[in-house]
Structure formats: structure tokens, C-alpha cells
């Protein structure tokens, strides 16, 4: 056995590079067909999922094939490879059967112990044999791991430790609410109809939304979903609408789960502001905070009226949109976020920053305020929320001001779907893979997570010692075959001088020596099976062809023989 395994993962890479690394499904195939054109592979799988991309191959050469597959890697995923690099992981033989075995357990999950990946592993498998590209070693290799994370979530409570990532990111939008409590009565939007969606549009119908609206760019799968949805006995209303109808959904909706496989942003910014800012209720007019002093010019100003009421601070104000001012006015009330197109300015300011025109608490008067002197503001704030950045980061993007969440967003897409910017904007949260990755390394593990250890070692070593004897299978077959053609040579030759035998006698003759053949046979062979498998037992595959004298091209054709068997099909 000489499985390689290159990959990276969200342990091993910031998610800005997942994001740029993630692999579509032309990109996977292609990414197959040339890693068995390349020469250091034989059979190979990909295993994609939105937080690792791992490429498994059997090679003959180590340092070749890492070099190879990291290469094609780079190139299929549009990294460079000086700058993947840094973030590949290696792993050979035993070590890297062991990482598959953990990754179908779930150990090696953002959420741990979740079981989607076992799926995620079946896609792979099945999508290598579709290709011809999964020999003997792949099959072998995914089938056991798929049953031994099967074993691992039935003989073990690693299910109480981990969940789906989707059921994790809701967690992450109710904050200290159970999800049932945070999601009864509410609407929701997927984006997408893949396996990822689906399992999201399920999961809100099981916990309690009133309504789930599909929107995909294949309309019969959206329609297949929401139908599904309707006769799960849930009791929550489905359907399914066009992608150009995003838009308008989102001035409706509470909730949107995105997970797309989209290369570029499904929700900008601008998308999601004009969404929050239609679906609210518009004020009659704006109202002055307490503590703040607005000239009537600038009122007027931000209303849209005339310019005639003169003065400073009127001129100023009307350089700027009429709901911009609108909207810093009512923000400046308790240092709440502004977004501005895409754009946002933090109000509330640290107390060490100074030079602000505005003031530290938000509630200076915009009175006398230039243009600049707010385009000045801006960068002061900037600059403060790039400080608070450099803090501890928390798992979940809230108000600081308790602001009543509008819309709240999970993204589960890599690349991502959502514009990372919504979460400027107020009324808005927003939950996406880098959040999830964050809030899970602080997640508790469960006492079970040592008892899936202990099955994923046992589970190596008995793969390893299978495969090892495996290994000599060919070389003990062509050994015997050697001795039955022997045998066979003997007994024409008896016939030569020893015409007058009749057919019982020279069955007997024959049998016998079969016999003696297959007793001077048997102990080596099944020595030598349980000597190879044992670590290091490799060699012995090569001491029997040595002492026996066995032709290599007779070993090898046994060998092409059993790998073009019928290997099945995932299960």
C-alpha cells in the first residue's frame, strides 16, 4: 500500500484561502483524469467539501507524488502553489488512513461529530468509480471508512458531541435562545436546492418555521424541494420561487440559509440594505434624538427641502444624501452602526481615540459639521472598528446596542454566497463559515470523542494488516500455480514411461503428488501471510519470489487481475 493523501482544511488554512481553493464539479473531474495521467499515480478520488479539499492516490513514488499532486492542486483550484503551500498537509500509508478513518467519524469536522460528511465521503467514492479512477486501494480504503463511521455513531454518543453544520450555524443566529424558541413562527429563504440546502430547508422545517421559500437557478429542483418540504408532515408551508425573486424575498423573509455553487456573491451588501430598508416600516419623519442639536435647515435638509434657510450648517448638510443624514441622525440614538451603500461607519467610538469632529459619544451636534470634517469622522471610525477587529473576534456578529435583529443570514457556501459586509449593516446578522469556524474551537467535546479514537486506531490497524496481506496474495498464487504446473509436468512424464497405468491408477498417482505438494505448501504459505501482515511484513513478498525463483511477470498479471476485479459500488 502507498496511499498519499495532500489536502488542506479549515485546521490547516484561514478561510479566505478554503474560499479561493474550493474546487467545482468540472474541477474535480478534471482534477482526477490528470492526476492518473500524471506518472507517480495509479487510482485516485477527491474529497471536497466547504471545508477541506483532499486529493487520496496510490503512487509508487513519495516525494514525486507529492510534488504532483500538490502541483495539480494548485492548478485546479486556482491557488498558486507557493502560496497553497504553506497551508497543504501530507500524510502517507497508515497515517493517511487513519486522517480518512477521523474525517468519516467526524473528529476532524468544524462541528465535531457531525455525520454529513459520511455522505460528503460516499459522493467521493462514487464519483471515482464513475471515472474509473477508484482501483482497488480507493474502493477498499472509502468503503471501510464509510462503515467505520457508521460504527463509530452507532456504538458511541459522538452524535451528542457534534451536529449538522447547519444546525450549528443556527445555533450561532439564536445566540442564548433555544433554536425551536428563536425560529417558531419565523420565514425563511434557502438559496440553493444541493445536499447542503436541502439539509438546511429540513432542518427549519423540523424546528419550527412557519414557512420555507426555495429559490434555486433550476427551478424543477427548487419545486422538488419545496414539495418534499409540504409532505414531511411538518406542518411548515413550502415553495419555490426564481433567483431573479431573491430580491423581493428578502424584503419578506427573517431567515436566509445560502449555500450555492456560485463562484461570485449571491448577496451583496447592497442587496441586503435595500432589502432591510424596504421591508421596514419607513418613519413619518425624521425624528430629532434626545440630547441632539439639529438645526431646522439641516431637517429640512435631510427631508429633501429647500436650501433657502441658509447658514453654515444648512450648506453643509445638503452636500450629503438626504437619507444618509436621515439615517445618522437616527443612529447617533444609543451608538448605533450606519451603512452607507455597502459602507459602514461605527458611531460609537473608543474613548482613547481623539480628533474626531463628531465626538466620542455620537450626540455632537452635526450643526457647523463640513463635509470633510464627516468624511474625517468616517476614517476615525474606521480606524476604531479596525482596533476592535484586533481583539478577540466574537462567534456571532451582533449589535453592540441590542439592536432587534431584521434579517438574520447563515452562509454555508465556499466561496462564500454573502457579502461579509452585511454584518455592518444594523438589523442585520450574519453567520458564515469563518464565525462557524471560530465558535466551534471553543465548542465542548464530548467524553465520547476518545472511544471514536480508540475504534478509528483499531480500525487502522486492521485495514493496514488486510491490505498487507493482500499484498502477498498475488506472489502466494503465482507460487502455487508454479507448483501445479510442476505437478502436472510429473505426471505427463510418468505417462511416458509408465504407458501401462490405467485411469484409476494414474488418478491416484496424480492426487498423491498433489498432495505432498500442497503439505510442503501450506505452512510456508500461511506463514508468510501472517508475517506480511504485520508492519515491515512487505518483504516477505519479495523473499518468497526470491526462493521460489518466481517469474515477476506472472506475479504482476496475478496482481492487474485481482485490481480490474469488480470492485463494487459505494454503500
Not at 451603500?341 to 457647523?368: K, N
Request: aromatic share 2%; glycine share 8%.
Amino acid at each position: 500500500m502507498s496511499l498519499l493523501v495532500v489536502g488542506l482544511s479549515h485546521r490547516s488554512a484561514p478561510v479566505s484561502v478554503l474560499e479561493r481553493a474550493s474546487l467545482s464539479a468540472d474541477a474535480k473531474v478534471k482534477l482526477l483524469h490528470d492526476t492518473l495521467a500524471a506518472e507517480p499515480a495509479v487510482e485516485a478520488a477527491v474529497l471536497a467539501t466547504c471545508n477541506r479539499i483532499e486529493l487520496y492516490a496510490d503512487v509508487d513514488k513519495f516525494h514525486a507524488g507529492v510534488a504532483e499532486l500538490s502541483t495539480l492542486l494548485a492548478q485546479h483550484s486556482g491557488v498558486a502553489l507557493e502560496e497553497l503551500t504553506p497551508y497543504l498537509y501530507v500524510h502517507y500509508e497508515d497515517r493517511a488512513v487513519h486522517h480518512l478513518f477521523s474525517v468519516a467519524c467526524g473528529l476532524d469536522s468544524m462541528v465535531v461529530g457531525e455525520g454529513q460528511i459520511l455522505g460528503q465521503i460516499k459522493d467521493a467514492l462514487a464519483l471515482g468509480q464513475e471515472l474509473h479512477t477508484a482501483g482497488r486501494l480507493i474502493n477498499d480504503l472509502f468503503q471501510q471508512a464509510l462503515r467505520v463511521g457508521k460504527r463509530a455513531h452507532s456504538e458511541t454518543g459522538i452524535d451528542r458531541a457534534g451536529q449538522s453544520l447547519v444546525t450549528f450555524g443556527l445555533e450561532q443566529l439564536a445566540v442564548h435562545l433555544p433554536v425551536g424558541e428563536w425560529a417558531a413562527g419565523k420565514r425563511a429563504l434557502v438559496i440553493g436546492a444541493g445536499s447542503m440546502s436541502s439539509l438546511a430547508a429540513a432542518t427549519l422545517a423540523r424546528v419550527g418555521v412557519a414557512e420555507v421559500v426555495v429559490a434555486n437557478r433550476t427551478a424543477e429542483r427548487a419545486e422538488r424541494l419545496a414539495e418534499i418540504l409540504v409532505a414531511s408532515g411538518t406542518g411548515v408551508a413550502a415553495r419555490a420561487v426564481p433567483m431573479r425573486a431573491v430580491a423581493d424575498e428578502l424584503t419578506r423573509v427573517d431567515v436566509v440559509v445560502s449555500c450555492t455553487g456560485a463562484t461570485g456573491l449571491v448577496l451583496t451588501a447592497d442587496d441586503v440594505l435595500a432589502a432591510v430598508s424596504r421591508g421596514s416600516a419607513p418613519d413619518p419623519a425624521p425624528q430629532t434624538p434626545a440630547g441632539l442639536d439639529l438645526a431646522p435647515a439641516a431637517v429640512s435638509a435631510a427631508a429633501g427641502g429647500s436650501a433657502a434657510a441658509g447658514g453654515s450648517a444648512a450648506a453643509a448638510v445638503e452636500l450629503l444624501d438626504a437619507g444618509l443624514v436621515a439615517r445618522l441622525a437616527a443612529a447617533a440614538e444609543g451608538g448605533k452602526r450606519l451603512a452607507d451603500a455597502g459602507a459602514a461607519r461605527t458611531i460609537a467610538a473608543p474613548a482613547e481615540a481623539d480628533g474626531c469632529p463628531v465626538g466620542p459619544d455620537g450626540r455632537a451636534a452635526l450643526t457647523g459639521v463640513d463635509a470633510n470634517s464627516l468624511e474625517l469622522h468616517g476614517t476615525w471610525a474606521d480606524q476604531g472598528e479596525a482596533a476592535a477587529q484586533r481583539q478577540p473576534r466574537r462567534t456571532t456578529r451582533t449589535h453592540a446596542d441590542g439592536t432587534a435583529v431584521r434579517l438574520a443570514l447563515l452562509d454555508l457556501a465556499m466561496p462564500r454566497d454573502v457579502d461579509a459586509a452585511v454584518h455592518r449593516i444594523p438589523g442585520v446578522r450574519l453567520v458564515d463559515i469563518e464565525s462557524l469556524a471560530e465558535a466551534s474551537a471553543d465548542a465542548p467535546m464530548a467524553a465520547d470523542v476518545d472511544a471514536v479514537r480508540a475504534i478509528v486506531t483499531d480500525e487502522v490497524a486492521a485495514f493496514g494488516a488486510a491490505q498487507r496481506a493482500a499484498h502477498i496474495t498475488p506472489t502466494v498464487v503465482a507460487l502455487r500455480a508454479m507448483a501445479a504446473e510442476v505437478v502436472a509436468m510429473e505426471v505427463a512424464r510418468l505417462d511416458g514411461r509408465v504407458p501401462d497405468l490405467d485411469e484409476r491408477q494414474r488418478a491416484e498417482v496424480t492426487q498423491t503428488v498433489r498432495r505432498v505438494v500442497d503439505k510442503l505448501l501450506h505452512a510456508p504459505t500461511v506463514r508468510v501471510k501472517q508475517l506480511a501482515s504485520e508492519p515491515g511484513g512487505a518483504g516477505y513478498a519479495e523473499a518468497l519470489r526470491e526462493l521460489f525463483d518466481l517469474d515477476p511477470q506472472t506475479v504482476a498479471s496475478v496482481s492487474q487481475a485481482d485490481k480490474n476485479d469488480d470492485p463494487g459500488r459505494a454503500s
